[in-house]
């Protein structure tokens, strides 16, 4: 009988989560979930490596898992916690920056010097220099093989493949040497008013995305408004990128092919188009939004508790471990 691999993922509590999100993480991992043994984890160690507002951090980590469960993650079949309440994260994340880490790999992280720049590098966080090392930790700890990312990412799980086999190199065989699974379907979803960058709630303007919790009239807006190539002809290309954006969209969630929504357009007008994406979307939403609203906050309490307890089990047995290793008491 093949064994079953574990799944670790995490996404950042920073609130007003998006279509792109959601097709791009959420999604796939309800998916995962049948096949593997899945841990899903709020990361609010990572959120706040920048400037953070606490009553915001709260709030929106327990947003979060309400998203997780109204997407689809069952805690019958996934393990799902916030990662502040696993001391073990932070733990191994000293010993890996101590043992295994070093200043030539964290210099040659790209996200670090894309956020740091914008903020100026002098004033970024420690922290944010070191999020690379605590996201290896977030991976090693549980044993890990699939690690679903997106491109922007993918250097941090090779980065955590490298500490890993460094870290086991010295001290033996304590670590899984985790795999990157790139996620194909959100990194397609781009944003509504630049098609030539990815859909994002940090943009300046709140008509470039989708929120998942917007109302059926503020999808209508922002779909109507959303950008358009030249012509008027519905066709996927690439030197057509807005409406290829727009076509990814409605074929992910009509679970067409982008040839069958070409087909379903011949001879119509962009506003046809997006009238019907318009539809499209809320039918997707309403539901969703239903969901989310009958998730009261006890009952998220309760399952953030029980997943702490049994992830600082696994957290606590893969900790035994490596403390043994490199001879602490």
Known sequence: ?????????????????HLGNYLGAV?????????CDAIFCVVDLHAITVAHDPDALRK??????????AAGIDQQKSLM????????????????????????DMEKMTQFKDKSHKGGAERASVGLFDYPVLMAADILLYDAVIVPVGEDQVQHVELARTLARRFNK???DVFTIPEVQ???EGKRIMSLTDPEKKMSKSASSELSYIAM??????????IRKAVTDSGEEIVYRD????????????????????????????????????????????????PFQEKMQKIENNEVQKILENGAQKANEIAERKMLCVRKSIGLL
């Open 1 to 17: 009988m093949m064994e079953t691999k574990r799944l670790f993922s995490g996404i950042q509590p920073t609130g007003n989560i």
């Open 27 to 35: 999604h796939q991992w309800v998916q995962l979930q049948d096949t």
């Open 60 to 69: 929106n980590v327990m947003e979060m898992v309400r998203v997780y469960l």
């Open 81 to 104: 916690f916030v990662q502040s309440h696993v001391r073990a994260h932070t733990e191994l994340c000293w010993i890996l920056n101590c043992t295994a880490a070093r200043m030539g």
């Open 170 to 172: 010295k001290f033996g």
């Open 182 to 184: 790139l996620t194909t």
């Open 213 to 222: 919790m917007d109302d059926a009239e503020t999808v209508r807006k922002k």
């Open 239 to 286: 030197d057509k990128p807005a409406l290829k954006n727009l076509i990814n969209i409605y074929a992910l969630l009509s679970d067409m092919t982008t040839d069958e929504v070409e087909r379903k357009f011949i001879g119509k007008r962009y506003g046809d188009f997006k009238n019907d994406l318009a539809e499209i979307v809320i039918e997707f939403l309403m």
